[in-house]
């Protein structure tokens, strides 16, 4: 790039142009939606397992926001994955919203409400309490849906979810092709916001952040507000996904409150490799496909191979698990003949 | 009134026993082990075994249990913790949980999911009256060993040269090496050490608390408010830290039962906020 004696000579359609090239569209992420559009054909009888994947891969993109893209560690980000999925629980039970879409949003909404609060809890201390401070709102959420029976079911779970058809037209069925249309599409347009906010100068800005706190305030980077304004973002991401399980599950239970949810979702991340939107998605399916193979073999025991899974990965070196991605990435440079044009 | 203090006092006295290995190992190598716990169901399981099966006295299982723990632990530093004190904490976490989850499923296929309890002999069980307040007499003795060892350990720490090896070596690493301290021998002896103390912390608590393949991830919470709230720096600060969540959560649970652990929580949080560096941290704690 251009080195800073040369500053003077930038002009903001030069940097406009830097942003333009960073947010194109590379072939393979084409290639990748496509496929995942694809599986609506070609995989009718996977769509129940599909859906699930869709919706893991929207609560771990809405993880690597703030671990991939702030640096922030949460042991409890199933908080808002279970809060969301409560708020739609009970906006279609009491039959206050029951058009699905619009329950999404307000779940989206109600639950950016509490990353905000939670948000400045966050702000404070170092990696071991955000671990704990994380890890006790989910803990004190559990311990509230638990208490409150009456209004949240308790320990049964939440039952008697009303759920509109889509759109007013598609009803959800017992194969889950609706849900999965429904759950696809959703993951698509929020991955498009994600994509478009990661790449604007808010985006990078995060990264500097994420790099070093102290010279991104140097450069007059508001470091508290940055990371204030993330962490709700993921925060509704996340209880966009809980309410996308509660509404094509038609249920909702304090188990999406467990810690193991959290940590499950650590790994998903760490397969598929932070700090790109991608990393999610790619963690996901792998992550259930492995899930339903291990599960197959040793059904009781699938948390046995999922501890050895963590262990090996940090031992081998995260660098090297998700270095696997890396020709793919070289091959999409290459492949894009626009950015080799730009250069020469 | 006074028997809850009482309760209290003995949870919390069992807490730090389990917890301060934790602390060390945090304040000494910045190290954040969730697998703590599966050191001290490794000391619970040991206890059972030897005294359900094998018929091993009660009391005499318990220094066992600490020597097998910390053998445990002495191995796993070694061989697997030792890579990863220079990475970063999301490795430390992922590397622990790994750990756990393993912990936990093997357990539940060699021992079986339910819980499980150890045969208490005779004179350990019941309770008796003293001015008036209940006395149990297992509590008593889980009072009675954790206080003479938390004084030993005190005494180990203010007056040995290893003690004194130990807090140069937590204070600043880099000096201490400088001073031709071997902090990573200090260390391993340490981390040993505390696995044993959870070790033991867990064969007396089987009784108490419980024991069951998901112990770890249970009490992980535990172990981890009594480090924060009390700081790493010293062990009276995870001390008086154990003994308030000790009697905390057996109050709340006696008088506010539908709270659960709710008020534990509220208050681990509101701490955290107003002293992120822990309760009884010195101000210029790294």
């Known amino acids: 790039m251009n080195s800073p004696v040369k500053?003077?000579?930038?002009?903001?359609?030069?940097?406009?142009?830097?942003?333009?090239?960073?947010?194109?569209?590379?072939?393979?992420e084409i290639i990748f939606w496509l496929a995942a559009f694809s599986t609506i054909f070609l995989l009718p009888s996977k769509h129940l397992i599909l859906t699930e994947i869709a919706i893991l891969a929207l609560f771990a993109l809405s993880l690597d926001l703030i671990l991939g893209y702030a640096g922030i560690i949460s042991l409890g980000h199933a908080a808002f994955f279970g809060f969301g999925a409560y708020v739609a629980g009970l906006l279609g039970k009491n039959g206050i919203i029951t058009?699905?879409?619009?329950?999404?949003?307000?779940?989206?909404?109600?639950t950016s409400v509490l990353g905000f609060v939670t948000s400045f809890l966050v702000l404070r201390g170092s990696d071991l309490t955000r671990l704990m401070v994380t890890l006790g709102i989910a803990l004190m959420l559990r311990e509230l849906a638990n208490r409150y029976r009456d209004i949240t079911g308790?320990?049964?779970?939440?039952?008697?979810?009303?759920?509109?058809?889509?759109?007013?037209?598609?009803?959800?069925?017992?194969?889950?092709?609706?849900?999965?249309?429904?759950?696809?599409?959703?993951?698509?347009?929020?991955?498009?916001?994600?994509?478009?906010?990661?790449?604007?100068?808010?985006?990078?800005?995060?990264?500097?952040?994420?790099?070093?706190?102290?010279?991104?305030?140097?450069?007059?980077?508001?470091?508290?507000?940055?990371?204030?304004?993330?962490?709700?973002?993921?925060a509704a991401y996340a209880g966009i996904a809980g309410a996308l399980l509660t509404q094509?599950?038609?249920?909702?239970?304090?188990?999406?409150?467990?810690?193991?949810?959290?940590?499950?979702?650590?790994?998903?991340?760490?397969?598929g490799g932070t700090g790109y939107l991608y990393g999610g998605l790619i963690g996901a399916v792998v992550f259930k496909v492995l899930h339903d193979y291990l599960s197959i073999l040793t059904p009781q025991y699938w948390l046995f191979w999922m501890g050895l899974l963590l262990v090996l990965i940090v031992l081998v070196g995260r660098e090297r698990i998700t270095g696997w991605t890396t020709p793919l990435r070289d091959l999409a440079s290459r492949l894009d003949w626009r950015a080799r044009s730009k250069k020469s | 009134m006074l028997t809850i203090l009482f309760d209290g006092i003995a949870y919390g006295m069992l807490l730090f026993v389990l917890a301060c290995g934790l602390a060390v190992t945090l304040g000494l190598m910045n190290f954040v082990n969730l697998a703590h716990g599966a050191f001290a169901m490794a000391g619970g399981y040991i206890t059972v075994t030897l005294v359900n099966r094998l018929g091993v006295p009660f009391l005499l299982s318990l220094p066992l249990a600490f020597l097998a723990s910390a053998a445990i632990g002495l191995v796993f530093e070694r061989t697997l913790y030792v890579h990863l004190y220079r990475k970063?904490?999301?490795?430390?976490?992922?590397?622990?949980?790994?750990?756990?989850?393993?912990?936990?499923?093997?357990?539940?296929?060699?021992?079986?999911?339910?819980?499980?309890?150890?045969?208490?002999?005779?004179?350990?069980?019941?309770?008796?009256?003293?001015?008036?307040?209940?006395?149990?007499?297992?509590?008593?003795?889980?009072?009675?060993?954790?206080?003479?060892?938390?004084?030993?350990l005190q005494l180990i720490l203010s007056k040995t040269r290893f003690g004194a090896r130990l807090r140069a070596a937590v204070d600043d690493e880099r000096v201490a090496r400088g001073m031709g301290i071997n902090v990573n021998r200090v260390f391993a002896l340490t981390f040993a050490f505390g696995s044993g103390l959870a070790g033991l912390g867990g064969a007396l608590g089987v009784e108490m608390l419980g024991l069951d393949p998901t112990f770890p991830l249970k009490f992980m919470i535990y172990f981890l408010i009594v480090v924060t709230v009390g700081g790493t720096s010293s062990i009276t600060g995870p001390f008086f830290a154990s003994?308030?969540?000790?009697?905390?959560?057996?109050?709340?649970?006696?008088?506010?039962?539908?709270?659960?652990?709710?008020v534990i929580y509220t208050i681990m949080i509101v701490v955290l906020l107003w002293r992120p560096q822990g309760l009884f941290a010195r101000s210029a704690a790294r």
């Not at chain 1, 500053?7 to 393979?28: E, I």
């Not at chain 1, 239970?253 to 991340?269: E, G, I, K, M, P």
């Open chain 1, 7 to 28: 500053t003077k000579s930038v002009t903001a359609s030069d940097v406009s142009g830097l942003f333009a090239a960073r947010a194109r569209w590379h072939p393979l």
């Open chain 1, 99 to 110: 058009e699905p879409l619009l329950a999404l949003i307000v779940s989206g909404l109600a």
């Open chain 1, 154 to 234: 308790g320990a049964d779970g939440l039952q008697g979810i009303v759920v509109d058809p889509v759109f007013g037209m598609f009803r959800f069925d017992i194969f889950g092709h609706t849900a999965f249309y429904y759950s696809l599409g959703v993951l698509f347009v929020l991955f498009l916001i994600a994509r478009r906010i990661v790449n604007s100068p808010f985006g990078l800005s995060l990264r500097a952040v994420k790099a070093n706190p102290l010279r991104a305030s140097a450069i007059s980077i508001s470091v508290d507000g940055r990371l204030v304004a993330i962490y709700t973002l993921a």
């Open chain 1, 248 to 271: 094509t599950q038609a249920f909702a239970s304090l188990a999406y409150f467990d810690f193991d949810r959290s940590a499950d979702l650590l790994l998903v991340l760490i397969i």
């Open chain 2, 88 to 152: 970063p904490h999301l490795d430390q976490v992922l590397f622990t949980i790994g750990l756990v989850f393993m912990a936990v499923a093997a357990l539940d296929y060699v021992m079986g999911s339910s819980q499980v309890y150890v045969q208490l002999p005779e004179y350990l069980r019941g309770r008796f009256d003293v001015f008036g307040v209940g006395v149990g007499r297992y509590r008593l003795l889980i009072i009675v060993v954790c206080g003479l060892l938390t004084i030993a």
């Open chain 2, 243 to 262: 003994l308030l969540l000790g009697i905390g959560d057996v109050a709340g649970k006696y008088y506010v039962p539908t709270l659960g652990a709710f």
